[in-house]
């Protein structure tokens, strides 16, 4: 799995272990994906947040 991380710098990671899935969960496969202006805030360094940016996505 693809996932864009912040860690210090944004960068895509390409192999990224699939998550276990409980019940009544699944994984979708997303054709498109967006960046909101909490994404932009994020990297410039707001709240130290390091990880997955996955906020506006669909499948």
Do not use: W
Not at 23 to 34: H, K, Y
Request: with cysteine; charged share 20%; glycine share 8%.
């Amino acid at each position: 799995m693809r996932g864009l991380v912040l860690e210090q710098k944004l960068h895509l990671q390409q192999n990224r272990p699939k998550p276990e899935l409980k019940s009544q969960e699944a994984i979708i496969q997303v054709v498109q994906a967006g960046i909101c202006s909490t994404d932009l805030h994020l990297v410039k360094g707001y709240m130290d947040f390091q990880g997955v940016l996955d906020m506006n996505s669909s499948g």
